[in-house]
């Protein structure tokens, strides 16, 4: 109660009532917004995306587009987490029977920004690797641009079949708790990418 | 089957009542642990953000299979009560109006504590976002910076020492001194980076093995401009390290630019104040990106506790009006189940408060008035039974008896009193005196001599009423007494009364036999002496006496034998009277008997037209012949000589087949245009010596009248419409059916004759 502003405690009942109204209709309403991951009007896709051999592992390289809603910018220059998840598939194309699953990986890296030391630590979740940024630009810079991520080792690959990779990137801000998020069922508490598909030229 | 099917439900019920009666105890006692247990886990959660985060699904869990519970639970008695509701079930609508009474009065104060909540609530998670609290994070966090700030410059300052050392020396002197640059100046790792971040030098705290954190472009082109660098890097295991760098000054153009990349460790104790605020921090700001969910979170579940409450709250309203409406419905059914008659109806004690001395009271009452009503019964029985042989004495009763309600309105009457009187007693019940006296002329007469007696008073009286009408007459014999009062039963009077006509008759018939026989015999012995003595007289003397005394004589004589003979005549009358009855009975043609004795009377001095009007079919009628001829002959005489002086007599002799009392009798009706019979003596007509005519000796009609009764027949006498007599006589057609009658005579006459 001490935390209380003193105006709180002689406002009048009826004003009481009315602020309570006011409350829950609020809460309603927030409740039932969708949390705004990406902004509306701004590019969220994975722009392109490719398979280079190096060193005998085909690695990717992509270039997401990560439009972050001024909401979730703001969270994140609250020390609020974004975690973003790339995955990515490798199937061998067959005639007449389904795609075979050649292989499938899921990387993750964590955007938080670190206010002691006003950096931006971006955080690979899978290897714990942490790198920091100066700044918000730099850190998003790095995290929509993954380089070098090994997929498969070439010569598991047959020369002559055709290989199918996809891409996909999905970005969640806020870290709530999973249990809250299941209870607010509506909330849209991430947003993820269509499939990019291409083509694996070897 | 039925009872079986019957038996096995009585048998089964209790079990399963048993399960029901508790099943409501159980589930409530659930569902007010689980509102507990949710309302424990929701004081746990408004403290702490993560433990709410921790119990949610918990909370939710909970207050779910609470919710669901009652749910049933309410939706099972509601859809009950609007059945009973609907069906206008006694004590329904008592029972809408507790239970929207409890839940009003449990519902109200819920609610008030729900929007007290949700304030507290909002204050609470506001009170987390309070700017005082935002403002000392912001605080926390530049002091901490700048402790830091001071470390930072001070390990910046050691690198660029540590640079300006390096600053002369080749590449190799570099790799050699950089190791003991780095031990002097308690540096974790040093780096000397060329261009293209080229590795020069490399030397760290942590061995040989260690791989080495080449700076980032960033942090080369800073250098390369002549500017140090230093930053603050968090190392991911709580601790801090401080990044800087600077270029190796002095070194000539076109000369490789080196420059001095040096790591510290902040102070593990520094570090860990350093983390707790910036966690803190962190902490604070996800919160406050999280607080409008955490809102909306707590507001549902807060919802969802009060639903729970509300519906916990419903159901115990309706629970308990139900078991308060119990008893008043029971009380209801029980008094439903009297008023139809029900007095075994006995209700179960439930509870020892005002309602169960209700229920004692109730079941007090009907054992009352089950016993009442059984001594009532035994008493109605008993009267029933009284009245029942009442009813079969007064019925077998050839007595009549008449019973009069106070006021004179007939009570009562006997099937004797009935058939005396002519009357069917059914209609006789609840008339007055007068009503019942437009019924029948015998009843009209009967009952004004008895109204006579009571309206005068006299409530015990014995008197011979007699009552006739044109063609008989009856004598009965009444004695009147008044009924006693019982209770509030009126008393009224009884009369009771016999017909004596036929005693009297009987009477009157035996004298005049004994009359008619001593007459026979003291009158007729010395008449022929006289008549003997007087023709011996006339033959004796009349041839000496003179003329003048011998006709004298002759005249005296003449009338002594003439009145001899007169009284012969008379004698023979009386004899004729008097003897005993020996019918001979054969069969014969009737008609023809009629026309033979018609005849003798067509033949006679006097011009009387005699008619005979026959009906063919009774060729065969089984009587007395003589005694049948009789009969014709005295009416015929009868007739005749009440014609004299009657301008254009006429006689008609008919027959004809009839039924009397279910019985074939053939019937002789002979009719005449004369006077008739005198009115005051249309009762006494068949009687000795009644007679209006001057010649007659009064016993031609009782002789006839004998005779027909005799055959077993009944003779009525009338005088026609128009004048003139007529006379009726209805003999049996044959032996059987002077059988039935003479039975039914003899059973309607015997019991008088008892009496008599």
């Given at each position: 109660?001490?935390?209380?502003?003193?105006?709180?405690?002689?406002?009048?009942?009826?004003?009481?009532?009315?602020?309570?109204?006011?409350?829950?209709?609020?809460?309603?309403?927030?409740?039932?917004?969708?949390?705004?991951?990406?902004?509306?009007?701004?590019?969220?896709?994975?722009?392109?995306?490719?398979?280079?051999?190096?060193?005998?592992?085909?690695?990717?390289?992509?270039?997401?587009?990560?439009?972050?809603?001024?909401?979730?910018?703001?969270?994140?220059?609250?020390?609020?987490?974004?975690?973003?998840?790339?995955?990515?598939?490798?199937?061998?194309?067959?005639?007449?029977?389904?795609?075979?699953?050649?292989?499938?990986?899921?990387?993750?890296?964590?955007?938080?920004?670190?206010?002691?030391?006003?950096?931006?630590?971006?955080?690979?979740?899978?290897?714990?690797?942490?790198?920091?940024?100066?700044?918000?630009?730099?850190?998003?810079?790095?995290?929509?641009?993954?380089?070098?991520?090994?997929?498969?080792?070439?010569?598991?690959?047959?020369?002559?079949?055709?290989?199918?990779?996809?891409?996909?990137?999905?970005?969640?801000?806020?870290?709530?708790?999973?249990?809250?998020?299941?209870?607010?069922?509506?909330?849209?508490?991430?947003?993820?990418?269509?499939?990019?598909?291409?083509?694996?030229?070897? | 089957?039925?009872?079986?099917?019957?038996?096995?439900?009585?048998?089964?019920?209790?079990?399963?009542?048993?399960?029901?009666?508790?099943?409501?105890?159980?589930?409530?006692?659930?569902?007010?642990?689980?509102?507990?247990?949710?309302?424990?886990?929701?004081?746990?959660?408004?403290?702490?953000?993560?433990?709410?985060?921790?119990?949610?699904?918990?909370?939710?869990?909970?207050?779910?299979?609470?919710?669901?519970?009652?749910?049933?639970?309410?939706?099972?008695?509601?859809?009950?009560?609007?059945?009973?509701?609907?069906?206008?079930?006694?004590?329904?609508?008592?029972?809408?109006?507790?239970?929207?009474?409890?839940?009003?009065?449990?519902?109200?104060?819920?609610?008030?504590?729900?929007?007290?909540?949700?304030?507290?609530?909002?204050?609470?998670?506001?009170?987390?976002?309070?700017?005082?609290?935002?403002?000392?994070?912001?605080?926390?966090?530049?002091?901490?910076?700048?402790?830091?700030?001071?470390?930072?410059?001070?390990?910046?300052?050691?690198?660029?020492?540590?640079?300006?050392?390096?600053?002369?020396?080749?590449?190799?002197?570099?790799?050699?001194?950089?190791?003991?640059?780095?031990?002097?100046?308690?540096?974790?790792?040093?780096?000397?980076?060329?261009?293209?971040?080229?590795?020069?030098?490399?030397?760290?705290?942590?061995?040989?093995?260690?791989?080495?954190?080449?700076?980032?472009?960033?942090?080369?082109?800073?250098?390369?401009?002549?500017?140090?660098?230093?930053?603050?890097?968090?190392?991911?295991?709580?601790?801090?390290?401080?990044?800087?760098?600077?270029?190796?000054?002095?070194?000539?153009?076109?000369?490789?630019?080196?420059?001095?990349?040096?790591?510290?460790?902040?102070?593990?104790?520094?570090?860990?104040?350093?983390?707790?605020?910036?966690?803190?921090?962190?902490?604070?700001?996800?919160?406050?990106?999280?607080?409008?969910?955490?809102?909306?979170?707590?507001?549902?579940?807060?919802?969802?506790?009060?639903?729970?409450?509300?519906?916990?709250?419903?159901?115990?309203?309706?629970?308990?009006?139900?078991?308060?409406?119990?008893?008043?419905?029971?009380?209801?059914?029980?008094?439903?189940?009297?008023?139809?008659?029900?007095?075994?109806?006995?209700?179960?004690?439930?509870?020892?408060?005002?309602?169960?001395?209700?229920?004692?009271?109730?079941?007090?009452?009907?054992?009352?008035?089950?016993?009442?009503?059984?001594?009532?019964?035994?008493?109605?029985?008993?009267?029933?039974?009284?009245?029942?042989?009442?009813?079969?004495?007064?019925?077998?009763?050839?007595?009549?008896?008449?019973?009069?309600?106070?006021?004179?309105?007939?009570?009562?009457?006997?099937?004797?009193?009935?058939?005396?009187?002519?009357?069917?007693?059914?209609?006789?019940?609840?008339?007055?005196?007068?009503?019942?006296?437009?019924?029948?002329?015998?009843?009209?007469?009967?009952?004004?001599?008895?109204?006579?007696?009571?309206?005068?008073?006299?409530?015990?009286?014995?008197?011979?009423?007699?009552?006739?009408?044109?063609?008989?007459?009856?004598?009965?014999?009444?004695?009147?007494?008044?009924?006693?009062?019982?209770?509030?039963?009126?008393?009224?009077?009884?009369?009771?009364?016999?017909?004596?006509?036929?005693?009297?008759?009987?009477?009157?018939?035996?004298?005049?036999?004994?009359?008619?026989?001593?007459?026979?015999?003291?009158?007729?012995?010395?008449?022929?002496?006289?008549?003997?003595?007087?023709?011996?007289?006339?033959r004796k003397f009349l041839g000496s006496m003179n003329e003048k005394d011998?006709?004298?004589?002759?005249?005296?004589?003449?009338?002594?034998?003439?009145?001899?003979?007169?009284?012969?005549?008379?004698?023979?009358?009386?004899?004729?009277?008097?003897?005993?009855?020996?019918?001979?009975?054969?069969?014969?043609?009737?008609?023809?008997?009629?026309?033979?004795?018609?005849?003798?009377?067509?033949?006679?001095?006097?011009?009387?037209?005699?008619?005979?009007?026959?009906?063919?079919?009774?060729?065969?009628?089984?009587?007395?012949?003589?005694?049948?001829?009789?009969?014709?002959?005295?009416?015929?005489?009868?007739?005749?000589?009440?014609?004299?002086?009657?301008?254009?007599?006429?006689?008609?002799?008919?027959?004809?087949?009839?039924?009397?009392?279910?019985?074939?009798?053939?019937?002789?009706?002979?009719?005449?245009?004369?006077?008739?019979?005198?009115?005051?003596?249309?009762?006494?007509?068949?009687?000795p010596y009644v007679t209006s005519k001057p010649k007659g000796t009064g016993?031609?009609?009782?002789?006839?009248?004998?005779?027909?009764?005799?055959?077993?027949?009944?003779?009525?006498?009338?005088?026609?419409?128009?004048?003139?007599?007529?006379?009726?006589?209805?003999?049996?057609l044959n032996e059987e059916s002077r059988a039935q009658l003479g039975t039914?005579?003899?059973?309607?006459?015997?019991?008088?004759?008892?009496?008599?």
């Open positions: 109660m001490n935390g209380f502003p003193k105006q709180v405690l002689v406002v009048a009942p009826h004003r009481r009532f009315v602020a309570g109204f006011a409350f829950c209709v609020a809460l309603v309403l927030c409740a039932l917004a969708p949390a705004a991951v990406a902004a509306e009007d701004a590019r969220f896709e994975a722009r392109s995306a490719y398979l280079e051999p190096v060193d005998g592992v085909m690695q990717l390289n992509a270039t997401l587009e990560l439009g972050l809603s001024a909401t979730a910018l703001e969270a994140l220059r609250d020390g609020v987490p974004v975690t973003l998840t790339l995955e990515s598939q490798l199937r061998r194309k067959r005639r007449f029977l389904p795609d075979a699953s050649v292989a499938e990986l899921e990387q993750r890296w964590r955007l938080q920004y670190h206010a002691l030391s006003d950096r931006w630590l971006v955080t690979h979740l899978n290897t714990g690797l942490q790198t920091s940024w100066p700044n918000q630009a730099a850190a998003l810079d790095h995290l929509s641009r993954p380089r070098g991520i090994p997929i498969i080792d070439a010569p598991l690959l047959r020369g002559s079949a055709t290989y199918e990779a996809s891409l996909r990137a999905t970005v969640e801000v806020g870290g709530m708790p999973d249990s809250l998020k299941l209870l607010m069922f509506w909330v849209q508490w991430q947003r993820t990418t269509d499939w990019y598909t291409w083509t694996v030229r070897q | 089957m039925n009872a079986a099917q019957g038996s096995t439900q009585a048998t089964a019920s209790p079990a399963r009542w048993a399960w029901t009666r508790y099943l409501p105890v159980v589930l409530v006692t659930l569902g007010l642990a689980f509102v507990t247990l949710a309302l424990g886990l929701m004081s746990r959660t408004a403290a702490d953000a993560n433990a709410f985060a921790r119990l949610q699904p918990l909370l939710l869990g909970v207050n779910g299979i609470g919710i669901l519970v009652l749910l049933v639970l309410i939706g099972r008695k509601a859809w009950r009560l609007a059945l009973d509701y609907r069906r206008h079930v006694p004590g329904s609508r008592m029972m809408l109006r507790a239970v929207g009474t409890f839940a009003v009065l449990a519902v109200v104060p819920l609610l008030v504590v729900y929007w007290l909540s949700l304030q507290f609530l909002n204050r609470g998670i506001d009170s987390w976002f309070d700017v005082n609290v935002r403002q000392g994070f912001a605080d926390a966090l530049t002091l901490s910076r700048s402790s830091l700030s001071l470390r930072m410059g001070d390990f910046l300052a050691r690198t660029e020492g540590a640079a300006r050392e390096l600053s002369g020396e080749s590449e190799t002197g570099v790799v050699i001194r950089l190791d003991s640059i780095r031990r002097a100046n308690g540096a974790e790792e040093m780096i000397v980076v060329g261009a293209n971040r080229r590795l020069v030098a490399f030397s760290s705290s942590a061995g040989a093995g260690a791989l080495p954190m080449l700076p980032g472009e960033d942090v080369l082109m800073q250098t390369r401009q002549d500017r140090p660098f230093v930053s603050l890097d968090p190392t991911g295991d709580g601790g801090y390290g401080v990044f800087t760098a600077a270029p190796l000054p002095g070194r000539a153009p076109g000369e490789e630019p080196l420059v001095l990349v040096g790591q510290y460790a902040i102070p593990d104790r520094l570090a860990k104040l350093a983390e707790g605020v910036q966690s803190a921090s962190a902490q604070y700001g996800r919160l406050t990106y999280q607080r409008p969910y955490l809102k909306g979170t707590f507001a549902l579940t807060l919802t969802m506790v009060l639903l729970l409450s509300l519906l916990a709250a419903v159901y115990g309203a309706l629970f308990w009006a139900q078991r308060l409406v119990q008893p008043v419905q029971d009380l209801i059914a029980g008094t439903r189940a009297v008023a139809k008659g029900d007095f075994e109806t006995r209700l179960s004690l439930p509870s020892r408060d005002e309602i169960g001395y209700l229920v004692t009271s109730f079941n007090e009452m009907t054992k009352r008035l089950a016993l009442a009503r059984a001594e009532t019964e035994q008493s109605r029985a008993a009267v029933e039974k009284e009245r029942a042989n009442l009813a079969t004495v007064l019925a077998r009763l050839s007595t009549g008896v008449i019973a009069f309600e106070p006021d004179l309105h007939i009570r009562s009457m006997n099937a004797a009193a009935g058939s005396i009187l002519g009357v069917d007693p059914e209609q006789t019940s609840g008339l007055t005196l007068a009503d019942a006296s437009q019924l029948n002329g015998w009843l009209g007469q009967f009952l004004d001599r008895v109204g006579e007696r009571l309206q005068a008073g006299q409530a015990e009286w014995r008197e011979q009423v007699p009552i006739h009408d044109e063609g008989s007459r009856r004598e009965l014999m009444c004695a009147c007494t008044a009924l006693p009062v019982v209770g509030e039963t009126a008393g009224g009077f009884v009369v009771v009364f016999d017909d004596i006509t036929t005693l009297l008759q009987a009477q009157r018939d035996a004298a005049w036999g004994e009359v008619a026989r001593r007459l026979a015999h003291e009158i007729k012995n010395p008449l022929t002496p006289i008549q003997l003595s007087a023709e011996r007289m006339r011998a006709q004298v004589l002759e005249r005296a004589t003449h009338t002594i034998v003439q009145q001899v003979e007169a009284m012969k005549g008379m004698v023979n009358a009386f004899s004729e009277y008097a003897r005993a009855p020996q019918l001979v009975l054969e069969p014969f043609n009737l008609n023809a008997l009629v026309s033979e004795v018609a005849e003798l009377y067509r033949a006679g001095e006097r011009p009387v037209v005699v008619e005979l009007a026959l009906e063919a079919g009774l060729e065969a009628v089984e009587a007395d012949r003589g005694r049948v001829r009789q009969i014709l002959s005295n009416l015929l005489k009868n007739a005749m000589e009440a014609l004299e002086g009657t301008p254009a007599p006429y006689v008609q002799v008919s027959t004809r087949r009839a039924e009397w009392h279910g019985q074939p009798v053939v019937q002789i009706e002979v009719v005449d245009n004369g006077p008739g019979f005198q009115r005051e003596l249309m009762g006494q007509v068949f009687d016993l031609g009609l009782a002789i006839v009248k004998k005779v027909v009764e005799e055959h077993g027949g009944r003779i009525e006498a009338h005088n026609g419409p128009e004048g003139g007599a007529s006379v009726l006589v209805a003999l049996p039914r005579e003899t059973r309607k006459s015997e019991p008088r004759r008892e009496r008599a």
